[in-house]
């Protein structure tokens, strides 16, 4: 079982930067996908960006290709999602989650998914972006 605990949503104006951040526990971090996913009232879920934890290998989805990166910090168990020139597309309730035994396919294939797969989820964190 791994548990996340996002942070770091906030209000900004569009064009603006937003850093969140994941807290992971007890990943055992072998085979495991940690992704974003966000999601607004009303709609579905959709993936954002994903990274691979063995390898690093990092994956976006189309909106955010060139303006969201994704990265992790092994020591501190910690994912980031660091976010610039939002829009106000932008705005969402972001999801930290994770899939353990999982592979690098899978992985890249979150980032076009809904998150099925995904065992473990943290409570959200809201990105609001105002033009």
């Known amino acids: 079982q791994v548990q996340v605990v996002e942070s770091g949503g906030d209000s900004v104006q569009a064009g603006g930067s937003l850093r969140l951040s994941c807290a992971a526990s007890?990943?055992?971090?072998?085979?495991?996908?940690m992704s974003w996913f966000r999601q607004v009232a009303g709609k579905g879920r959709e993936g954002v960006a994903s990274i691979y934890v063995g390898s690093g290998s990092t994956y976006y989805a189309d909106s955010v290709k060139g303006r969201f990166t994704i990265s992790q910090d092994l020591a501190k168990n910690k994912v980031f999602l660091q976010m610039n020139s939002l829009e106000p597309e932008d705005s969402a309730m972001y999801y930290c989650?994770?899939?353990?035994?999982?592979?690098?396919?899978?992985?890249?294939?979150?980032?076009?998914?809904?998150?099925?797969?995904?065992?473990?989820w943290g409570q959200g964190t809201q990105v609001t972006v105002s033009s």
């Open positions: 007890g990943a055992g971090y072998s085979s495991v996908c």
């Open positions: 989650a994770a899939a353990r035994a999982v592979s690098t396919s899978f992985c890249r294939r979150s980032v076009n998914g809904q998150g099925v797969g995904y065992n473990n």
